[in-house]
């Protein structure tokens, strides 16, 4: 079981798995298991001074049973120096409060004179801003972002800084820009992550143009390149949003004539691909429903079983 899994990381010290896996897994868990790991987590987070851990813990409270923790991490992201006060920022913006989080960035930023610090500081208030739609405001952050990392040579957080500026780049309706910033990104990049990103923000691009056929193909590129981490996960929540869109939009051709592509670049998925296409076949009134639920039968993997019938659920 996946709890016992994340206790026995915790009791062990490997932090980072159990971090890992706590977030991938944290809506499969039931409530008295989610209980027992956020004790067991609170009090190693405490021990071992992760600041990082003990602010999920206090955010899975609040989220899951409405249990505000928040006083007790400010007094000990308090006393953590510059990286407490990072995960507060980040907390505060979690729970939904952006003016806390962007006065921390505010005081952060007062005597720093370190550019990589400088760059994840208004790295911090472009996220703020975008989430408050505030898109100019996020635009000028990024901005001076990468204009930071370009100064200290950080080239994995300016590549990351630079996507984030396509991104935000695209929401402010600039189009040709953001794909030029892309298309650099893409040619220059050696990181296999950052190659998924692009083509991930490709994918909305083309999703929003209502240019379908070449968003499929940038949400195949974006899991190509996503490995199976998670960047991977990523890319496949993106590709799972589009299929919802299309079939929302009847583009069952679309999606019936482009998912064997999808099952030969990566065959290990290839039934789940199968049962998309044969969502979208039933819907054209092709194929029967108990075609549907032939595929569907073979998947092992409860969570491919889950979204398929969530996919389906789009024909109500």
Known sequence: MKAQEILELLKTGDIERAKEMLSKSIDELEDEELKEILEVAEKVAREKGDVELLKMVTYYYAEFFGIDKLKE?????????????????????????PERALQIYRDLLEGEEDNETIGEIYYGIATIHDELQEYE?????????????????????????????????????????????????????????????????????????ENYEAAIHEALYSLLEGGRGEVFDV????????????????????IASNMPMFKAALPELGDFFE????????????????????????????????ILEFLGEAEL
């Open 73 to 97: 991490f400010e007094e000990f992201a308090k006393g953590k120096g510059k990286e407490g006060l990072f995960q507060l920022a980040d907390l505060y913006s979690l729970l939904g409060y």
């Open 275 to 306: 049962g998309i296409r044969r969502i979208a076949l039933y819907r054209k009134g092709e194929i029967g429903r108990e075609d549907v639920s032939e595929i569907i039968m073979k998947i092992k993997d409860e969570r491919l079983v889950s």
């Open 137 to 209: 405001k996020a635009l000028d952050a990024i901005e001076k972002a990468v204009d930071a990392f370009k100064k200290c040579g950080c080239r994995e957080k300016l590549e990351q800084a630079e996507l984030y500026l396509a991104y935000i780049t695209f929401e402010n309706g600039k189009i040709e820009e953001a794909k030029e910033t892309l298309g650099k990104l893409l040619a220059e990049t050696e990181d296999s992550e950052i190659k998924a990103q692009v083509h991930l923000v490709f994918k909305e691009i083309f999703e929003d143009e």
């Open 235 to 254: 890319a496949f929540d993106g590709f799972i949003d589009l299929m919802w869109q299309l079939i929302l939009e009847d583009k069952f051709d679309e």
